[in-house]
């Protein structure tokens, strides 16, 4: 590929940056076999979505199906937030350890909790798992000020998140983003003027969402919640193979 074409560089995986989140939102073996023979190379983290993994018919050999292939497991943060409110964190702990999940995502987009409360967690979490948390609410009736946002972005990180998630739920239509779809970008750019974004891994689960933030941040922004199917799409907006970024991530100039 870089012998044909001048192209960005792309971060090299285990990457701190320039990370694709995939939403699997209930993949069969085979299909996790097909997302990883076609672009593998560009998966970093999966998700399980919200509460899927309680119910699914193969988790265990679909952990054990990421694990052979060096690609970390994160469950939703649903979950966590209901293991918060029932009292349950210690057996949710228990659980992930028996189960050799070694991320864990910390959120309160759906389940009101008091933030002190997810700080502690966050901190306490750290000392045996990566952690990632999550701020903004599923919910377009909980809005918050920007510089709430930043607030809490930036105590988390205090606290030992590795990255805030900034949510936008798996339909791209909550939280960063208005009920259409339409980035805030005032928002986003409140939160960026005091906070790296490579701290942040941003959900943007449609196409048009992805080509704003690698156009606003270049070819390694770190981007969530990406559905399966589209992975290979993300990656050639990542690296101007499409047109939406050509020009906008890479030099257009011949070699010399």
């Known amino acids: 590929m870089t012998a044909l074409l001048d192209l960005p560089e792309r971060t090299a995986k285990p990457r701190e940056r320039g990370i694709t989140h995939v939403l699997d939102r209930g993949l069969s073996i085979a299909e996790v076999d097909g997302l ?55 057996e949710l702990v228990a659980w992930l350890h ?3 999940i070694e991320h864990v995502e910390i959120s309160d987009g759906t389940i009101v909790i008091e933030h002190d409360r997810k700080l502690a967690l966050i901190e306490r979490l750290t ?23 930043v607030e809490q972005i930036e105590r988390e990180l205090e606290a030992g998140a590795w990255k805030v998630i ?14 259409d779809g339409e980035v805030r970008m005032g928002l986003i750019d409140e939160i960026v003027h005091a906070i790296d974004p ?36 993300l990656e050639t907006i990542r690296l101007g193979l499409r047109a939406d970024t050509v020009g906008a991530v890479g030099p257009l100039k011949p070699r010399e």
């Open 127 to 149: 000392r045996e798992f990566t952690v990632l948390s999550e701020v903004g609410a599923k919910d377009n009736a909980r809005i918050m000020a920007p510089y709430r946002w």
């Open 98 to 100: 028996k189960l050799g």
């Open 36 to 90: 990883i023979e076609v672009t593998g190379g560009a998966v970093d983290l999966v998700k399980l979505g919200w509460g899927t993994a309680l119910v699914t018919g193969n988790l265990m050999s679909k952990l054990g199906r990421y694990r052979s292939h060096g690609i970390p497991i994160v469950l939703g943060g649903t979950l966590t937030e209901l293991a918060i409110t029932q009292d349950r964190v210690d």
């Open 166 to 179: 900034a949510e936008a739920r798996e339909g791209g239509t909550a939280g960063i983003f208005r009920p």
């Open 198 to 233: 490579d701290k942040i891994l941003f959900e943007a689960p449609r196409k048009d969402q992805q080509v704003w933030f690698v156009r606003r941040f270049g070819t390694n922004v770190n981007l969530g919640n990406i559905p399966p199917a589209d992975v290979l799409s």
